[in-house]
């Protein structure tokens, strides 16, 4: 008998735990965090405790399979040795063949090339997922742009964090954490936006609790209460889509009772002066307009509070979808990344801008160049591709026609579902690599089965910057993401190829500032004292902007975008009846599209299915109601239970999204945000159907 303790990092958000695996007999036994590590400190959240159990699932993807009907649409095209091989034995049911590894990557390399040339290499497409590591990320777009020579490469930050990129690189010229989640615990006023962060980022969490108890002050802005709320400083409840407003707001506050940093702003920014005019002009910035709003009317004064509290203390920033996921996401992060420049909140310990990622390697995968419009290291491409919804638009035109996936169920946690089905449906081609059927995976003609993160070595990106490398728990004769590419790009005769994760990240590391002395050595030296990008000659960098800001110019460039008026906020100035807005999120004990953690025994006790929540002051509306049926212009959820609750306010709604079944993504269609094409998943208007029986 055969028992371990192996040191890695949690496969799920962006918080990056450092987790300690029992192993017996290559199977594990049990999942614990060290005391002594930099990030856990000892603690887990449930899905880092026990969403283990995936790993051994018997649901696992083999290691490839090829629906029938795509060879026998094909079979007649294959060159010589591809036919012989199929002929050869291949294991085989009725619905797939199971080839080897080998004859799987000549099939794929066969179509991809005849694709190519029969509608050329803009045809091809690829989207990528933030579970990966590092090193399939970046040869993942590596692929498509120099062995496809297609510019299409998207990755599902598109989904979530793509606005948090745009809006601090259009202030700040960094798209990442200034902070490491420790200066948390050091600041003395703390601003949540749009972040439920304890059930999200449960391990960051605690260091907001940390910094409460130790005399900080903390204002949470979210459309819901939630468990960080509930023991703010100050609760505000906002309108749904009224987070620019609102931050604006602050700023004009700060702006008019001059309690901006003079000096930090002579010093080391560039448009002030424009900035500061224009919106103490605009009619929508002064917080006096909340009086105006029935039911909201109590923020006019709690804003101008919480404002002069961040500009007199030393504060953080932190937020979640619930800022990025809206028509003015990027605008948003621009006004959060304003308040941190004009009051010096910011390059200094205790202070600074925290977005908080949701995968575990968000950050990473666009570290490394997986986006349309930036390769490794944000460098500027020769052609910018499209985004996925831009994709979805051009496989529906017949423009792209194949598509590979890997890791994204884009069949689940993308917005309107209906088009997207129709798109995929439509493919000549469609690759999917994963560690189980989906969504997505039904309309597949190849699928490969691949390791997960407890399965390989790899490096991710945590929130906080901080660069991971992490280790095989248990070994799996399944190939890992990269393996699958580096597979089909040899067949393509474009690659002498890599033979280990460590070639393929040093091939990154030659070109990059970022990770350039972050080599699998250094990496593993530091496994539970993981350290931040960039890690070059000077060393590792704990806090960004501390002299110069990542600029052109080396500046902060102001920048300011009106709101304007729309939705709920419009409706309750004009004094409609809310009938009913619907917001989006997370449950602890599930993740994304539920499908990992709905292997798990533990965690599925715990969320088995999506529940409407439904503002008590509604409660006459859905009186004797056994169900709900939620619908919008774009489509229709199943019938869902709900509960009533008081942490919503009147007209307002909040679900969950993991369970497939429950259609809660076909209720959000196109609209998007303006810059970046992620997704209006936090707010959509519904009608709601009640079922008796």
Not at 137 to 150: D, P
């Amino acid at each position: 008998m055969s028992i371990k303790e192996i040191d890695s990092i949690c496969t799920y958000c962006g918080v990056g735990c450092e987790i300690t695996a029992v192993v017996e007999n290559n199977t594990i036994k049990r999942i614990y965090a060290k005391k002594d590590t930099l990030i856990s400190r000892g603690k887990l959240c449930i899905k880092g405790k026990a969403g283990w159990d995936f790993v051994h699932s018997s649901l696992r993807l083999p290691q490839v399979k090829i629906k029938k009907d795509f060879i026998r649409k094909n079979e007649l095209y294959f060159p010589k040795d591809v036919k012989e091989a199929l002929l050869s034995g291949v294991k085989e049911d009725e619905k797939f063949i199971y080839p080897d590894l080998e004859l799987s990557y000549k099939i794929v390399a066969w179509k991809l090339q005849r694709v190519r040339d029969l509608y050329g290499s803009d045809s091809i497409a690829g989207i990528g997922g933030a579970r990966s590591s590092c090193e399939s990320g970046y040869l993942f777009q590596k692929f498509i742009r120099e062995v496809i020579l297609s510019p299409h490469i998207d990755n599902c930050a598109r989904v979530c964090h793509a606005p948090s990129l745009k809006g601090m690189r259009e202030v700040i010229g960094e798209g990442a954490a200034t902070n490491p989640f420790d200066d948390i615990e050091k600041a003395s006023f703390i601003l949540v936006f749009g972040s439920n962060t304890t059930e999200a980022h449960p391990i960051a969490a605690t260091r907001i609790t940390n910094a409460l108890r130790s005399g900080a002050k903390t204002a949470v802005f979210d459309v819901r209460e939630t468990h960080i709320s509930a023991s703010a400083t100050y609760d505000c409840t906002l309108p749904f889509e009224s987070n620019l407003l609102v931050l604006n707001m602050l700023s004009y506050v700060i702006l008019s009772e001059e309690l901006y940093d003079k000096d930090f702003i002579n010093d080391r920014t560039t448009g002030f002066n424009e900035y500061k005019e224009a919106i103490l002009k605009d009619e929508y910035a002064n917080p006096e307009f909340f009086k105006k709003i029935k039911g909201y009317e109590y923020l006019s004064d709690m804003i101008k509070t919480v404002a002069r509290e961040y500009a007199k203390n030393r504060s953080v920033i932190l937020w979640g979808l619930g800022v990025t996921e809206h028509l003015d996401g990027s605008y948003a992060v621009e006004a959060l990344c304003n308040l941190a420049v004009m009051t010096g909140n910011i390059g200094k310990e205790g202070a600074g801008l925290i977005p908080l990622r949701g995968q575990n390697n968000v950050q990473g995968v666009c570290d490394v160049g997986c986006l349309p419009y930036f390769l490794p290291d944000y460098k500027t491409p020769q052609r910018e591709g499209k985004k996925t919804p831009e994709m979805v638009k051009a496989m529906m035109d017949k423009e792209i026609r194949v598509l590979i996936n890997m890791g994204e169920d884009i069949a689940h946690i993308h917005p309107n579902q209906n088009k997207i089905k129709k798109a995929l449906e439509g493919l000549d081609f469609l690759v999917v690599l994963d560690l189980f059927e989906n969504e997505t995976t039904e309309f597949a003609d190849v699928i490969y089965g691949v390791k997960s993160a407890y399965e390989k070595e790899g490096v991710y990106v945590n929130a906080e910057r901080r660069v991971q490398l992490s280790s095989v728990l248990v070994e799996s004769e399944l190939p890992d993401d990269w393996e699958v590419i580096d597979g089909i790009s040899k067949e393509m005769g474009e690659y002498q190829g890599f033979n280990s994760s460590k070639e393929v990240w040093d091939d990154l590391r030659k070109g990059s500032d970022r990770f350039l002395k972050a080599s699998y050595e250094f990496l593993r030296a530091n496994q539970n004292r993981a350290l931040q990008w960039p890690i070059d000659d000077k060393g590792a960098t704990e806090i960004l902007h501390t002299q110069k800001f990542r600029t052109n110019d080396a500046k902060a460039h102001f920048s300011y975008r009106r709101y304007y008026l729309r939705g709920m906020v419009e409706e309750l100035i004009r004094g409609k009846e809310i009938r009913f807005y619907l917001t989006t999120g997370r449950a602890i004990a599930q993740y994304n599209n539920a499908n990992q953690t709905g292997k798990s025994k533990t965690l599925t006790k715990r969320h088995k299915e999506d529940v409407l929540h439904i503002s008590l002051e509604d409660k006459e509306y859905f009186k004797d109601a056994k169900y709900v049926v939620l619908s919008s212009k774009h489509g229709k959820t199943k019938p869902l239970k709900y509960k009533l609750t008081r942490k919503l306010k009147k007209g307002t709604m909040f679900c969950t999204f993991h369970h497939f079944e429950s259609r809660i993504n076909h209720l959000f269609g196109d609209e998007s945000d303006e810059l970046t094409k992620t997704a209006l998943f936090k707010s959509v208007k519904v009608d709601a159907e009640l079922v008796y029986e």
